[in-house]
Every structure is written in C-alpha cells, then in structure tokens.
T-cell receptor, first 113, second 112 residues
Framework: NAGVTQTPKFRVLKTGQSMTLLCAQD?????MYWYRQDPGMGLRLIHY???????AKGEVPDGYNVSRLKKQNFLLGLESAAPSQTSVYFC????????????FGPGTRLTVT | GQNIDQPTEMTATEGAIVQINCTYQ??????LFWYQQHAGEAPTFLSY????GLEEKGRFSSFLSRSKGYSYLLLKELQMKDSASYLC?????????????FGDGTTLTVKP
C-alpha cells in the first residue's frame, strides 16, 4: 500500500496563477482533509470530505476549492494564487468511527511570488 | 471552538525523560491525539486518549485528565531521533467527520 500520496511535491506560482493539488489514498478511507501548515504553526484545516461527492469548509477555506469525484482522490484548487497562500499543504485521510488516527501525505511545498 | 496550548520549544538531553504538556478548552471533547512530525516530513500518529489515565506504548506514554483539560506526552530514554515537533490534536463530538483541531506543536531538541 502506498498510503496517502500527493502531487506535486514542490511548486512555484506567480500571483494570479491557478493550480490543482492532487491527493490519493489507497486505504479505502471515507474521510479526507486538506491542511496548510505555516512556519512554527500547527495544521489548519482548509476543506474536508466525508465521502465521495461531498465536501465542506474547514477553518481557513477562503481562496481554495475542492472536489471529491472519486473516493480515493481529493483535489485542492487555487483559482488565483496569492503570496499569503505560500505554505506547506498536507492531505490526510482516516476511517469512520471514533479514535481513528489520520494518515498524512508527504506534503506539497508551494511558493507564490 | 477549541483552544489548544502547548509550549513552543523544549530541550532535553539524550537518555533523559521529557514531558510535553497540552492544555485545551473545548465543548464536547471526544479524544486527544499526539502526532510526531520531523522537520520537512508529514505528521505520524503516536497515541490516542479518550478516557482519563495513562496509555503506555514503548518509550512513549500519554496521559489525559478530562476534568482538567490536560494531557501530556512522556518520552523516556530520549534518543537523538526524537528531535521533532510534537502536535497535540483534539477531536470533538458531533463533528461526524473525524476532524481534529491541532495545537501549534512543541519543537523538541535532543542534545548529546
């Protein structure tokens, strides 16, 4: 099992450009999440999904959109990148039920100039 | 919402014991997780507490007191590879989505 994978690993964007980050998991998990992590800070939830075809806003959703067309994939889109979106983005997934830990992808380091 | 507090940084010596504290204020507490994150890497799961008491797993133990809104992670026989950030994360009831709110993390440096 590959677990949770993310592409790309690194990306540099100019202000105003758009891009999509792809997250894939092969553990048949129902729940998936997108976080951002800024230096010296914890993980902040951007959007999440409780199943195929459903998404919901997290703590910091502005400037991002998501889609979950297939259970194993969760896409994060930036329509018009801003320097404030420079960050490391982590995708995670977990099983349903309480007490289940989240499994994280390796992260995408995004720089917006 | 949830308010989670952890010390920003800690330093300890190889072979020693270190305790990393986490306090939280939340409504509808439904479990607390500890994750380890090495620099430049993804967080990985260490422990989960939902009832009061101590959970031991090898060199790592985690304690929870729900009445005090308090948890700690205890690392024994410290090794250089334990240098990492340790994230406390709280889950609340009725989210129905497995969501957790993360603290800002404690960066632990282990010195020879």
């Amino acid at each position: 099992n590959a677990g949770v994978t993310q592409t790309p690993k690194f990306r540099v964007l100019k202000t105003g450009q758009s891009m999509t980050l792809l997250c894939a998991q092969d553990m048949n998990h129902e729940y998936m999440y997108w976080y951002r992590q800024d230096p010296g800070m914890g993980l902040r939830l951007i959007h999440y999904s409780v199943g195929e075809g459903t998404t919901a806003k997290g703590e910091v959703p502005d400037g991002y959109n998501v889609s979950r067309l297939k259970k194993q994939n969760f896409l994060l889109g930036l329509e018009s990148a801003a320097p404030s979106q420079t960050s490391v983005y982590f995708c995670a997934s977990t099983r349903t039920g309480t007490g289940n830990e989240q499994y994280f992808g390796p992260g995408t380091r995004l720089t917006v100039t | 919402g949830q308010n989670i507090d952890q010390p920003t940084e800690m330093t300890a010596t190889e072979g020693a014991i270190v305790q990393i504290n986490c306090t939280y204020q939340t409504s509808g507490f439904n479990g607390l997780f500890w994750y380890q994150q090495h620099a430049g890497e993804a967080p990985t799961f260490l422990s989960y507490n939902v009832l009061d008491g101590l959970e031991e797993k090898g060199r790592f133990s985690s304690f929870l007191s729900r009445s005090k809104g308090y948890s700690y992670l205890l690392l024994k026989e410290l090794q250089m590879k334990d240098s990492a950030s340790y994230l406390c994360a709280v889950r609340v009831l009725n989210t129905n989505a497995g969501k957790s709110t993360f603290g800002d993390g404690t960066t632990l440096t282990v010195k020879p």
